[in-house]
Nanobody, 122 residues
Framework: QPHLVESGGGWVQPGGPLRLSCVTSGLSLDQYSISWFRQVPGKEREKISCIGVDGSTFYTDSVKGRFTISRDNAESTVYLHIADLSREDTAAYYC????????????????WGNGILVAVSS
């Protein structure tokens, strides 16, 4: 069974950058599009970014210009770089895999990580 593990979260200060990692195993990453989601307790899970097998990317409007998704297939890892952190970025962040060449607008994924917390506070 494939596994996805997020890392890089924790308590961080506003204004700074943060890089989240999604390390995959049990799958060939070059066959999967990878999405990042975030969720605040009591609110809907939100798809914030995705990167396709071909390197194409998607960002939801609320994170465009600050979030950058990238992938390193050789390391089986997908990254999410967040610039200029704000308190509104506080959430649980999840990565998820979908066996598609390009990102779709759907949210049904084949595999999910368990998520990591990002708490932005001074």
């Amino acid at each position: 069974q494939p596994h996805l593990v997020e890392s890089g979260g924790g308590w961080v200060q506003p204004g700074g950058p943060l890089r989240l990692s999604c390390v995959t195993s049990g799958l060939s990453l070059d066959q999967y599009s990878i999405s990042w989601f975030r969720q605040v307790p009591g609110k809907e899970r939100e798809k914030i970014s995705c990167i396709g097998v071909d390197g194409s990317t998607f960002y939801t409007d609320s994170v465009k210009g600050r979030f950058t998704i990238s992938r390193d297939n050789a390391e089986s890892t997908v990254y999410l770089h967040i610039a200029d952190l704000s308190r509104e970025d506080t959430a649980a962040y999840y990565c998820a895999a979908q066996r598609l060449t390009r990102c779709s607008q759907g949210t049904v994924m084949h595999y999910w990580g368990n998520g990591i917390l990002v708490a932005v506070s001074s």
